[in-house]
């Protein structure tokens, strides 16, 4: 019952985004992914992604066979596009698999053995329709919300010493050759999550269960409530409101090299192109969520967490994507969704509505301090900029405290004494 229910809600949920996207002359997420059934998709990668997270649930054999079939598809549909002179993509043979998986689970299976194939599908599919929505959320805050409230921001962000001005430079003067791995970095961090989200479900298969709780879970809920934050916060980023890629909507031209003045901020009219997408950072929030769940797994896969983590906290600010509250925003953001899906897999207590409360309250504080507080902020930055690490420090103490208490470690095994033998 409660997969269905989930079932039920997502699919209002999209009906929802369809209805809005339409309002405003833009197709939705349902109507761009039925697209990709027949015409180029927009993202090939994301397609197998999906497969591969739906293949979970398959045996070795049945893997080869989808794996097979998908690009088998892909070839003729690239060949006709090669004949007829269109853009060569790839993607559709990997959709029809899943969709065809969903008809066999339907059809051909029954009891358990539905459920789980279904569940597959299913996070295969949300896996691509989370990408849809986000794109089509991105592109309503863009329509909706004329004004952003960068100046507010780039004022309070000189309490943490303006890092993304600083960022820029240095990204500036490692040359292409760091702007281009940068760019990897961040650019694939769907990817690597996929890839671990893969290792975290490896025995799916044998279990013939999926996990009470993983990485793709807190993805998808952070992707799909983070642009709610964007409608209420609507922020356009360093780069657009003061630099050269927002072009005549721009308040100068300063970034990266000259931190805007501190005067009193207001908001500022934009275009209805740019996503008002930086208050929190969500690639923040996916990359520490990554960073979460990479904790429990091998030497090289904590590496990775680790390296995806700062990578990306990098690009986002040297790239001029962000500012350096967006990012304090984002971690406590992650933190709290975290905890708030660990808390739903395990069951409620007090620790762990303490836990959600408390960095919901602090994520609150945050957004209205950026709002009514940036003047003051900018002129005491000795006393603001350390408070606002504080803040995020005691939701991250609070999180690994909260979940050690989940998790405690085995007991050690006592040894048996030895008994005495008398002859």
Known sequence: ???????????????????????????????????????????????????????????????AIAVGVAIGIDVVFLLVRWAVDARLTFGNGALWVILAYAFIAVTRRTGQERVLLLKGVGLGLLLVAGHKTGDTWLLITSKTRPAVLDAYVATADHALGNPSWVAGRIVAATGPIGMHALHLVYGQLPLAAAVFALYQLRNVAVERRFPGHHLVRTFLAIGLLGPVIYMIFPVAGPVFAYGAEGGQWAAANLWPHTPPPIHAPHKMLFDQVTPRNCMPSLHTAWATTLFIHTRQASRPLRFAGMFWLVGTLTATLGFGYHYGADLVAGVVFALTVEAAMRSFDRGWDRSGIRLVGYGATVFLVLLVSYRYLPLEMARHPWAFGPSLLLAMSTVVYGYVRTTKQWNPEAAPVQQPEPQLVQV
């Open 1 to 63: 019952m409660l997969w269905v229910a989930a079932g039920v809600v997502t699919f209002a949920f999209l009906v929802t985004m369809e209805i809005v996207a339409r309002h405003y002359g833009l197709p939705g997420p349902m109507t761009n992914q039925a697209r990709e059934v027949v015409f180029g998709p927009a993202s090939g990668p994301l397609l197998y992604a999906g497969l591969a997270l739906m293949m979970v649930v398959l045996t070795w054999r049945q893997r």
